[in-house]
């Protein structure tokens, strides 16, 4: 089983590099505002998803089926192209269009990563179950000439190489010219070299249907197969079938500005078949629309409203929002850095070597004394002639300091003031420390604020007139002051950065989700997160009582988040800026009420996580 917020980060990190677009993400997000039958060339947008729904192995893979779909749009369909057809077409062949480039795409996905063949194929299966439902139902109109008839057969014919049972069984249902016409188009669209191909192929097809029903009423395809040698239209033979590659797929028709949503229909009315995406989608929305109505423990349903306007903000990302903080990483000079090393005088000094004899005496620790075989040891020549057969030493495997530690600062508006110094100073003290060990660190901030936008204040206000849950509305502000593999002199100007990036609101569960995942993806086998706060989260949600207090839903879900992470290896550290409040989330926690302590209480935490806790200092 995959929790959503694994299914989440796993998408998200593949979907740009398999779309090989920069600018291409995948948007979980709640209902209500945008949605259409394929991705707009940049986004690919999906249910909002509670953290801790599980999903099945099965529908794991119809999730990735569905990215490696739609992230071959992302890879080759020209969506100006798209656009255009879109608004001079038909509904019907638009949807004929979209069959077919959905085989083409198909195809070239799986030839690119021959691996998204199991999941294409999951995919397929999955969505087949309610068309196999639908045809059933609807067997008149899939079993005559009609439009839904003719993209059934391609789908079904263009897919049987790759799909099981379920698709096998549609495919035994269409008629036996209709399934020499499926084979023939989907052949053709899988051998179309672009978009502009496959929309020509579209509307010569459509052309072979009105042919075919012009001047008369739907009838039943020949069941015998064989092909009329001088019909026309779908009444003739597949072999004799071409069309113009190069054609003006709008031929020459104006633009009837009116953008296709919802169910697509052909001319007579009947509702083509859906896209992989819009059946995912509404089958995703049911479940967690299930999810969502059970009775479960507080914290255990969270989800927020929208990912799309969080950032990840570092000194040379490219960002969509703007955010003040973001021209404090370029600009702030290491000289500030420099500057509260030196404010803190010996302390630095201090800590440096108590960490260098912790991990010394660590390292040392490599031998196993008093043992009755083994390498003689001098020492125990006494107690050996004494009649000890304990004299004896055995070299033991030599425990690496193989750690990443993340740090993750609590970037409120909260923090202002003395807290948010006393934060900067122990994270540079924390950074000094660790410089030059091998131990692999990160220093990491977050907050929430507006996304000051239309379209985020539509979403906002449809989802408080809607009954949902929303444990988070706000988007998340994440800042990379220093990362895993960056050396600290380039990243000294960030650091320093820090004194001057209180700000807004923080749902800690959300941003302690974000760096429980930047560790899982470190090699290293120790994981330790310090999490620097003064409180308890305090963000916007919508439909969301007792949003304070110990038995809050966001501290419920703070803990929540904790718990998981300590289960999967990642060991959670609180530590209180000016407050003891973090003993009341943290499973292990200390509090910093002056920047002296640390080299007392934080730094024996600090060691006795590094050291397994055996170094007494």
Not at 101 to 116: F, L, N, Q, S, V
Not at 160 to 165: E, P
Not at 217 to 230: C, V
Not at 397 to 422: C, N, P, Q
Request: aromatic share 6%; charged share 30%; glycine share 8%.
């Amino acid at each position: 089983m995959k929790k959503g917020h694994e299914l989440v980060h796993e998408i998200q990190q593949t979907a740009a590099v398999f779309g090989r677009n920069q600018e291409a993400t995948v948007v979980f997000e709640a209902d209500g505002v945008t949605g259409t039958a394929w991705t707009d060339g940049k986004e690919i947008t999906l249910p909002s998803l509670p953290d801790n729904l599980e999903f099945s192995h099965e529908e794991t893979m119809t999730m990735r089926g569905l990215l490696d779909h739609e992230a071959g749009h992302l890879r080759h369909t020209n969506f100006e192209s798209w656009q255009a057809f879109g608004e001079t077409q038909s509904q019907q062949a638009l949807a004929i269009a979209n069959c077919l480039e959905d085989m083409r795409i198909e195809d070239r996905i799986m030839k690119e990563y021959p691996g998204a063949q199991k999941n294409l194929s999951v995919m397929r299966e999955t969505t087949g179950v309610k068309e196999l439902e639908h045809l059933k139902a609807n067997s008149e109109v899939f079993t005559t000439i009609t439009a839904p008839a003719i993209q059934n057969a391609i789908l079904r014919a263009g897919t049987r190489d790759y799909t099981g049972a379920i698709n096998e069984e549609m495919y035994q249902m269409i008629p036996e010219r209709f399934k020499a016409w499926g084979h023939k188009f989907a052949d053709e669209a899988k051998a179309c070299k672009n978009v502009d191909e496959i929309l020509n192929l579209a509307l010569a097809i459509e052309k072979l249907l009105e042919e075919s029903t012009k001047n008369k009423a739907p009838e039943p395809m020949p069941e015998d197969g064989k092909p009329d040698a001088g019909g026309s239209g779908l009444d003739g033979n597949p072999e004799d079938f071409k069309f113009d590659k190069d054609g003006d797929f709008t031929q020459g028709k104006p633009k009837h500005g009116k953008k296709a949503t919802g169910k697509l229909k052909d001319n007579e009315g009947n509702t083509m078949l859906d896209g992989p995406i819009e059946a995912i989608k509404e089958a995703v929305k049911s479940k967690v629309d299930q999810f969502m109505k059970e009775e479960k423990p507080k914290g255990t349903d969270y989800r927020i409203l929208t990912d799309r306007y969080d950032e990840v903000f570092t000194k040379t990302s490219t960002n969509k929002r703007k955010d003040y903080r973001k021209e404090l990483l370029e600009r702030t000079s290491a000289v500030n850095y420099e500057r509260t090393k030196s404010n803190l005088g010996g302390l630095v000094n201090t800590m440096k070597a108590k960490l260098r004899r912790a991990l010394m005496a660590k390292e040392t620790r490599d031998w196993d004394f008093a043992r009755e075989f083994g390498k003689l040891d001098t020492k125990r020549l006494v107690a050996g002639s004494m009649g000890s057969p304990t004299v004896y030493k055995q070299r033991k495997d030599r425990m690496e300091m193989d750690t990443a530690v993340h740090f993750l600062i609590d970037l409120s508006g909260s923090m202002g003031g003395s807290k948010i110094k006393v934060a900067t100073d122990a994270t540079v003290a924390f950074a000094e420390c660790l410089e030059g060990t091998q131990i692999r660190y990160q220093i990491s901030g977050f907050d929430n604020s507006d996304a000051r936008n239309d379209h985020y204040y539509k979403l906002v206000d449809n989802a408080k007139r809607s009954k949902a849950k929303y444990h988070r509305i706000e988007p998340l502000n994440l800042f990379k002051f220093k990362e895993f593999n960056q050396s600290l002199q380039l990243a000294k100007g960030s650091i320093a950065a820090i004194r001057e990036c209180a700000s807004g609101n923080n749902s800690d569960r959300d941003a302690i989700i974000w760096a429980y995942h930047e560790l899982l993806n470190r090699p290293e086998k120790r994981k330790i997160l310090f999490v620097l706060s003064d409180g308890e989260p305090a963000n916007a949600t919508i439909n969301i009582s007792d949003v304070y207090g110990e038995r809050s839903p966001l501290v419920l879900g703070l803990k929540n988040a904790i718990e998981e992470c300590t289960v999967n290896g990642v060991e959670c550290v609180g530590i209180g800026i000016l407050t003891g409040h973090v003993k009341d989330l943290y499973p292990k926690s200390v509090s910093i009420s002056k920047v002296e302590d640390l080299s007392g209480a934080i730094f024996n935490q600090l060691s006795n996580l590094l050291t397994g806790g055996k170094v007494r200092l």
